[in-house]
């Protein structure tokens, strides 16, 4: 059964053609094409195929696409996010965790823009010594603790919204390393106390960026190049309490797995919101949160709805799924072995966590037929699959 939506994104890129890419010519840049590509060619037989058979009882399946593995594309992050999610199973701690966000005032959505790299790490280091300074705080939890930290740039509506989601385990390392601090059910950390803290630290970043020359300011930024003109603008960015988000500390383990399927390698929009493409014009399902969360649909051309989903393009090479804390690699093959210890789950932890490299990983899809293991047998390139049938458009290669 063919399972592809009526409309996908390829289709919307296919439409626009080379003509967007020239009316876009003053701001659209090589790694944009590239991504536009990689969409429109993913799953055709311009990158080839292969068949796969199942070890199990041998049920061959017909030649299948390959994916293009663009961590912008639509329709490869399922994948990705299936590796990503067993290799971290050995790493989650029997114990409750928590889900904050760490969010930009759009007054910084411009600079954000023109700085992607800088602000993104600035973004992410910002909120992750927050995080750790505040538990550390004898105050407050008085613990080392450990989270992963997951970029988005979007809104529902596809406009420009950096922002940080933190997944933390509720609780921490003592700082002798003799014990395990849990934190209160119904409370991590104080809002108040993250909220400050996160907007001084990225202010302070911003500041010692600008001094070493490193912010780029174009168009209508160009006056904040001048040292007086940036620091007025830096003092506005005080006059309100930026958005730090936390819920209660929620399910163990096994939710937890599930909760983060929802965040990592996530795209701008995915092809099961889109809901037609008719007459040069994209109509998307987006979630309304400021009206109890209410489902609309959002019609815009698509000129506009490319421009926005580009937005969203990463710096070339940019991590955007990181680790703190006891987490991060330098402490996690030492400290989360401790964890399991300290909580009472030693067994689980008899040997060092594996790197992401050497994690086994289940086969991307199962036999149809027994539920095998499938298993490429044969890969043909674009030049050999002009001799061939056409392929399921619904199978990829891993």
Partial sequence: MNNRPLVEMADIVRCAGQAFIQR????????????????????????????????????????????????????????????????????????????????????????????KRLIYNLLFHASAETLLEVARNPRHLGAEIGFFSVLHSWNQRLQFHPHIHCVVAAGGITPDHSGWISARRSFFLPIGVLSGVFRGKFVAGLRNAFHRGELQFHGSLLPLAQPHAFSAWLRVLFRHDWVVYSKPPFGGPEHVLRYLGAYTHRVAISNSRLVALCDGKVTFRWRDSAHGNKKRLMTLPVDEFLRRFLLHVLPPGFVRIRNFGFLANRNRATLLPLCFRLLGNSEKMAAPPASPSTVQTDPVWNCPVCGGTMHVVERLSAAQLLLRSPPQPDRSAA
Avoid: M
Wanted: proline share 3%; with cysteine; aromatic share 6%.
């Fill in 24 to 115: 876009s010519r003053k701001w659209i840049n090589w790694q944009h094409q590239k991504v536009l590509l990689a969409i429109t060619r993913c799953r055709t037989a311009a990158l080839g195929g292969h068949r796969d058979r199942c070890t199990g009882c041998g049920h061959t399946t017909r030649i299948s696409y390959n994916s293009c593995r663009n961590r912008h594309c639509t329709r490869c992050q399922g994948n990705a996010r299936r590796r990503w999610l067993k290799a971290r199973e050995r790493e989650l701690l029997p114990t409750r965790y928590v889900h904050a966000v760490f969010t930009l005032p759009r007054e910084l959505a411009p600079l954000a823009l023109q700085n």
